[in-house]
């Protein structure tokens, strides 16, 4: 009887196998990587230093569009007209096959 192979197992080897294979970092002096930057430019607005690098005027708010109005709900009288009709054609149907 062969037995399935254990889930973890698997992923252990696999794992095993894929730094076996991965490049060997240099133990030489390591060179500090430059910090990152957006590529709009705006990454000033990260160093949480924000009065120091603009001044913040508040523009006129900007025109909003309106929503479409959600549909109303429909009326219970209306729901009760469409089943009474939905019954009388179903019993039509039925009463003119039993007649054939």
Do not use: C, N, Y
């Amino acid at each position: 009887m062969t037995e399935q192979p254990d889930p973890e197992r698997l992923l252990s080897e696999a794992l095993r196998a894929q730094a076996v294979r991965a490049p060997v970092q240099s133990t030489g002096p390591v060179t500090p990587q430059p910090p990152l930057k957006l590529l709009s430019g705006t990454d000033h607005l990260l160093s949480g230093r924000v009065s120091e690098t603009i001044s913040f005027q508040p523009g006129p708010a900007p025109e909003t569009t309106r929503l479409a109005a959600a549909p109303r709900q429909v009326s219970a009288w209306w729901i009760v007209l469409l089943a009474v009709l939905l019954g009388l054609a179903a019993g039509a149907v039925i009463g003119l096959i039993s007649i054939i």
